[in-house]
């Protein structure tokens, strides 16, 4: 009788088990499938249950196998249909909005600003959260870190964590900064000197500044003494390894077809946590001494202890934010980095206005936070290289409640309505945008970092077209981090070297969750004069 009641307990269970499964996997998309459609929205047809993951795929090996090496010396950025051919091709044939489909989770594609204004005006925070789908794809890196919380818990954090990215606390990180910038320079000083002479060398600069972002992340979020090396060391081995992995995001059951990768993540994942943990006990039992450090890490376990207690983050909350500092930004500050010294390398009359008006703000002596925030050019050219090569090349969202937009048309009260389904993600191509001749003008693809003279929108025809950082309530919290970062690498890089692009450097961005070159960044570094080459001081 026993047997019996268990089995059939089995047998219901396996029954609800499968039917939430084709509930989850086919039925509700194929209901929000035909919502889309009524709604007006035209797109590629899915199959089930990969979606256009597989015409996504045939474009990329195509793109790949006829990809062109172009000579070094013609560098176009003109690069949206060499990184997103599969959006390039639907765009034209469905328009600058369609849907699409990662496996079962339908995307609407977004590369037109007034559209995006249209579904998240006034309201994102409450309409539009972080797409499930990421949250679990990413959970290794971010956990339930600021970049993937939702709700009053985000608010929360982001409440804490702000402050923490003031001017004051970030002019403390100028000589960690100048530390390990110097460290990578004296590498590139003995690949010149290893060369014998002291002509130009080519040298893989995005391996380098790489690396350097990575410490100074590092060093900034948590310290390095007291284990954070190791952490550091175990946090570059999951950086690399979920880069390497090819996820099939979006299908169900995927996990199973990569146990052993899903597996080697999760067990490095726990390893970090508990590097990271002890740290942060170190730190909660350590004494007055714990107090004068200014890692980010540190100036959170402070804040806890201010207004009575409001501002206090559990261990758990505080390992989460870490491992968020750390793969939200470092990839992307080096990135910013790296397509510069590129382009200043394609663009020497560049690289000389930034040394003349480094030369300018600062004479040749030393260069303290204030000198820093005077370099105008300095700031043109890194929005214009967030432009052209957003290491970000989009940004995700998706409906918490069904959204209607009204007609753009009409400010009409009965003007037909558009209704986004629940549930529905949204795709927003940044790099698609931030190259739109429609809204930048003819020059859209060419490097000219005057557009920016004017304002920080640089002659964007529309408010939201430029969006290298994000939008609304959820804008990169660490963008005034990266612009004194920026700052710091790229002047002591240019007091140094002259940089030129090398023969053996090929043009070929690519997307791995970032926008970034395939192969690295070869240049030529020649040894300036010692004149030049005064060291930062504040
Ligand atoms: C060039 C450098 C960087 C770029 C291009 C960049 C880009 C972005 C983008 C596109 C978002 C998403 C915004 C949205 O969804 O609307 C974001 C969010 C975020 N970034 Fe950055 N980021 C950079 C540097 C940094 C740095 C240095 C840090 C920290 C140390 C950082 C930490 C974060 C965090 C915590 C969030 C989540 C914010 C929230 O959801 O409230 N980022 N970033």
Redesign the pocket.
Known sequence: MELAAAALGTLVALALATFYFVYAAWLSPAATRRRLQKAGFSGPTPSFPLGNLPEIASTLAANSSSGTSPAPAVISSDIHGAVFPYFARWRAAFGKVFVYWLGTEPFVYVADPEFLKRATGGAVGRLWG?PDVFRRDRMPMFGR???M?EGDE?AR??HI?APA?SATNLNDMISLMEETTAKMLRGWDHAVAAAGRSAAVAVDVERGVVRNAAEI?AR??FGIEEGGARVFEKLQAMQSMLFRSNRLVGVPLAKLLQLRKTYEAWKLGREIDALLLDIIDARRHAGGGAEKRKD?LSLLLAAGKKDGGKRVMTSRELVD?CK??FF???E??A??VSWTLLMLAAHPEWQHALRDELREVTGDGPLDAAALSKLTKMGWVLNEV?RLY???PN???QALHDVTLTDASSDDEGAPTTVIPKGTNMWID?VAMHHDEELWGSDANEFRPERFAAGAQGGCRHRLGY?????????????N??GM??RVVLAMVLRRFELAVAPEYRHAPRIMLSLRPSDGIQLLLTPLAASTNASIKH
């Open positions: 972080k870190g600021l970049v919380a985000w954090h982001r964590i990215f992340i900034a979020s980010l934010e968020t500092f939200g930004g470092h992307t500050t990135l910013a967030l957003p290491p970000s940004v995700q969202r940044v969006l290298p950082f994000g939008f609304g309530g959820r804008i990169c919290v660490g963008r981090l990266t970062e920026y």
